[in-house]
């Protein structure tokens, strides 16, 4: 065990925990915020993606001792869910289950900080590590295109 | 207008009532899957009157409705409830929704499998909101003494014109709630829906774009402990001893290490216990994380008790089975031997396909509490009414003691309606005398097994020297499951016809996996198909159709057997080929697939273009016309076809589980390939049939066609045919 002090959207979070313990879990464990969602534990999926600083990261494979930037989380990236992201998933209808939808939402507004206006093929190859199995692709695709015309208007 | 007898169970309303206490006021808590939005909290009713168990109605005129069913994606937690508020006659911005328990005393048929939700509920939900407002006008009428038949509603509100009076619902719900249920109501007339039609988004939406805990996987509850589970590493072996369980046990956060016995010996499985293994390990400890690094020092022995299945030794045993004819036909017309004795020309190809995981996102978990006085369950689960049958034999705990909770479950596709996790989570609670929550890693999920079955099929046609085809011949095999449905098309449009079936038992264990069977028959069927309208000379379509005119015209054999019917499905192909301009001149050169098929009650009908990128194939676009009847919520209906046509191309073009010495070849995502945003066709448009029939199945119907229209399109762009799944892989080996 050992002591750390994680900024986790925007609030300072004192934690005593095996420092080996990946980010995903002291996240869904000892922190209660489990919008950030566990899938394969292997950086394949994507559901567990959060922001390391401005970079989307996948939180199954970031130890907790390897964090040296603040952590935003689903459950920070706006404070009332109205991020431009969430906003265009929310006109779109996006989700079928939903349960890889905030990986793939904190994948995307990482994403469109750094290309704020990308190609469908710029959007294809930035998601490609976040899988949906059912499958709404096309939707994730739109929902994006339209939050960055959104932002660029 | 419809006028149906209401068929509640009068005794359950009795029962609510007693529950609720005379007047009939509920307290209610909100869950955290029903947030109410920021104007509703302002707007919320100081107290709420149940009128059926299926809605609650607040004084100042807000509705809760319950949504029966389970969540899997499926959306019928906005589906069901719009049609109770169509009946009901409300504004859908004052409806709230919440997931309604396992209570089998109100609801019937809490499943959610073979798409029919709403087909099967349609009329019973209608009947509902039909009852309340009955209820509320009768209300009405006592209060203004007036006579009910002159009491009109609109959007929650009741009008009596004569008298020039009106009141919400909620001025009325408390009276509503203790008026006589009615021995029977009236149904709207389609034509005067304001709610069923229309495109509603999603009620748990700001829920999943805003991280809140929906799913199973996200319980946390007070004193709650992680389990998790270790699995025999093959199929074929079983539980023998823990070689190290004390030091386990002392490694940090672990609370204990011990065999259970999930099915003990005298225990009554239900068909939802599919797969599920008798014996495994458990390990409890505080935290996920420490249970995961528990679970990988555990050394556990395992023996061998039955044979350990290879994929060359399935292969060998499919290919003999196709080989050696069945006892009996499943369904024969005619003389096909003879009539491929007189054929001018025959073709016969063999297609296959593997075992396939369900790989649901969220891996199966489930939440147990369980006391010498009651059993409380929380969690993803298909098939709530079954697994609650099991634990009453595991437990020896009757019924009325245990409440099962569904989740929103993070994907479904016929997974959870295999419950024996829920049933492990019960034995390991039971014997910790404490609450958990069982969580299975990747690993586990994707080799618990419960796959859908490999399959073989072949087909041999005949045509005449008139290109009409006279012969069809299908055999099909599987594992544990024997794929063909012998009524289904072209059954009765071919005058002589032949279908055989063979199933191979495995120790793989196997169950439904989205559109059993047809997932794959659909669309070898529909490739196959597409090479005998070549061999014909005729255009694929035309020779569809051909096809049906004669099974409307003169059906072969007794109709009534032919489990399709054939105008309906020539319908769907007609508005895909008018939708996709499938004969234009400028569409010749394009790589180009048309399948259709019928299942779930629906017909569906596709064209894919496709083009060829670094040899393997980038979908441009699938058009998809649909005959479901009455649709609910266009909205999520379009987006049910969009997921299945993806989901479909995904596992024809990539995926597979194989197996050595049984053990599964694929554990995770990284040897197991699922279609990614970059292979995702670039565009899908989806046409629904107008008809004003009563809804039938959506969640599957889309799904398996599409890679018979994927390999058909495919073919145009080669020169290639593909017979065997996953496609990706069959071109490397050819190519």
Redesign the interface.
């Known amino acids: ?1 050992a002591k750390f002090d994680l900024k986790i959207n925007g609030k300072t979070q004192s934690l005593d925990v ?1 420092p080996t ?2 980010l995903l ?1 002291v996240l ?3 922190l ?11 950086a ?2 994507g ?1 567990c993606t959060v922001h390391h600083g401005d970079t989307a990261v996948r939180s199954c494979q970031l130890t907790i001792a390897a964090v040296e930037k603040d952590i935003t ?3 920070g ?1 706006s404070e009332n ?1 109205d991020h431009p992201v ?1 906003k265009a ?2 006109d779109e ?1 996006v ?8 990986g793939q ?1 904190m994948n995307a507004s990482a994403f469109l900080k750094s290309n704020p206006n990308p190609s ?1 093929a710029e ?3 930035a ?15 739109k929902a994006i295109k339209n939050a960055a015309a959104a932002e660029n208007a | 207008m419809t006028l149906v007898k209401t068929t509640y169970n009068r005794r359950s309303f009795l029962k609510s009532s007693a529950l609720a206490g005379g007047g009939m006021v509920l307290g209610f808590s909100w869950l955290a899957s029903c947030k109410p939005t920021p104007e509703q909290v302002r707007n919320m009713p100081k107290e709420w009157f149940d009128i059926n168990g299926f809605l609650k109605i607040g004084d100042n005129g807000l509705v809760t409705i319950m949504s029966p069913n389970p969540e ?4 019928v937690k906005t589906a069901m409830p719009m049609i109770i508020a169509e009946e009901l006659d409300v504004d859908w911005n004052d409806v709230l929704v919440e997931q309604a328990p396992l209570n089998t005393d109100i609801f019937t048929r809490q499943l959610a499998g073979g798409s029919q939700s709403i087909r099967q509920g349609w009329q019973s939900l209608r009947m509902a909101g039909a009852t309340a407002k009955n209820m509320l006008i009768a209300a009405a009428a006592e209060v203004w003494q007036v006579p009910a038949d002159e009491i009109t509603t609109s959007e929650g509100v009741l009008t009596h014109k004569g008298s020039d009076r009106s009141a919400g619902y909620g001025e009325m719900a408390s009276a509503a709630a203790s008026v006589k249920i009615p021995e029977e109501v009236a149904l709207k007339d389609p034509k005067d829906f304001k709610i069923i039609g229309t495109d509603r ?2 009620v ?3 829920d ?8 199973g ?2 319980l ?1 509850e007070e004193n709650m402990l ?1 389990a998790m589970i270790v699995l025999p590493p093959s199929f074929g072996m079983k539980y023998e001893s823990i070689e190290n369980a004390e030091a386990v046990k002392a490694m ?1 956060g672990i609370k204990d290490v011990f065999p259970i016995d999930v099915y003990p010996e005298g225990v009554q499985r239900q068909w939802s216990d599919g797969g599920g293994i008798p014996q495994l390990v458990a390990v409890v400890g505080e ?4 249970c ?1 690094q528990a679970k990988k020092e555990l050394k556990v022995k395992w023996q061998a008790d039955s044979k350990l299945e290879s994929s060359a030794y399935h292969e060998e045993a499919l290919n003999s089975l196709l080989n050696s004819p069945p006892a009996a036909p499943a369904r024969k017309d005619g003389d096909v031997k003879r009539a491929f004795k007189n054929a001018a020309k025959e073709i016969e190809r063999t297609y296959s396909a593997p075992f396939l995981a369900h ?5 199966m978990n489930f939440f147990a509490d369980i006391t010498a006085e009651k059993a409380e369950l929380k969690g993803p689960i298909q098939t709530p009414e079954f697994l609650e049958k099991t634990l009453a034999s595991v437990l020896n705990m009757p019924v009325e003691k245990i409440d099962i909770m569904m989740t ?6 016929g997974r959870r309606l295999y419950g024996h996790f829920g049933v492990e989570a019960a034995v390991i609670s039971q014997k910790m005398q404490a609450p958990i929550k069982l969580v299975y ?2 690993e586990d999920d994707m080799t618990q097994g419960t796959y859908r079955p490999a399959y073989k099929v072949r087909y041999k046609a005949g045509l005449d020297e008139n290109n009409k085809l006279i012969a069809w011949h299908v055999t099909g095999v599987g594992t544990n499951d024997d794929l063909v449905f012998e009524n289904r098309f072209p059954a009765g449009a071919v005058d002589n016809y032949l279908a055989e079936k063979q199933r191979l038992e495995s120790n793989v264990t196997t169950g439904a996996w989205r559109a059993p069977r047809s997932n794959f028959i659909a669309g070898a069927e529909q490739a196959f198909m597409d090479e005998v309208a070549e061999l014909a000379g005729k255009d694929p379509i035309d020779f569809r159709l051909e096809l049906f005119d004669r099974a409307i015209k003169d059906p072969v054999g007794d109709p009534e057997k032919n489990d399709y019917d054939p105008k309906r499905y020539a319908g769907v192909l007609k508005l895909v080929r008018e939708k996709a301009d499938f004969n234009a001149e400028s569409n010749k050169s394009v790589a180009r697939g048309v399948a259709a098929y019928y299942c779930h009650n629906s017909y569906v009908a596709q064209v894919l273009d496709l083009e060829m990128e670094d040899d393997m194939p980038r979908v441009k676009k699938v058009w998809c016309a649909v005959d479901c009847g009455i649709v609910v919520n266009p ?2 209906a379009r ?2 076809i ?6 479909g191309i ?1 596992h024809a073009m990539y995926s597979q589980m194989t197996f050595k010495d049984g053990k599964p070849e694929q554990q ?3 040897r197991y390939q ?5 292979q ?5 448009e989806t046409f629904f049939v107008d008809n004003g029939i009563d809804p039938t199945g959506l969640g599957e119907p889309s799904l398996p066609p599409i890679s018979g229209a994927l390999a058909n399109a495919m073919y145009r762009a080669t020169g290639q045919r593909n017979y065997h799944q996953p496609f990706a892989t069959e071109k490397r080996i050819l190519g």
């Not at chain 1, 209660?32 to 292997?42: A, F």
């Not at chain 2, 929103?408 to 596709?413: I, K, L, S």
């Not at chain 2, 969009?642 to 989901?647: K, M, R, S, Y």
């Open positions: 065990m095996d313990t990946p879990w869904r464990d000892h209660n915020l489990v919008g950030t969602k566990y899938g394969c534990g292997i394949q999926c559901a989380t689903i459950e990236l869910g969430q998933w929310l209808d989700y079928q289950c939903g349960y890889c939808q905030a939402i469908d959007i294809e190859t998601m490609n590590g976040n899988i949906c199995r059912c499958g709404t692709y096309t939707r994730i695709k | 899997i994606g499926q959306n988004k999603n748990d939406g700001k999943i774009v805003t991280g809140k805990p929906l799913f996987l996200d946390q992680t940090s935290s996920t994380w420490q995961m790989n649901t996102m969220e891996p929103r479950m993070g994907g479904g596709f890693n990747r909205l999520s987006n049910q969009e997921g299945g046509i993806v989901d995904g995770n995502f990284n699922l279609i990614r945003h970059a995702a066709p670039q565009e899908i």
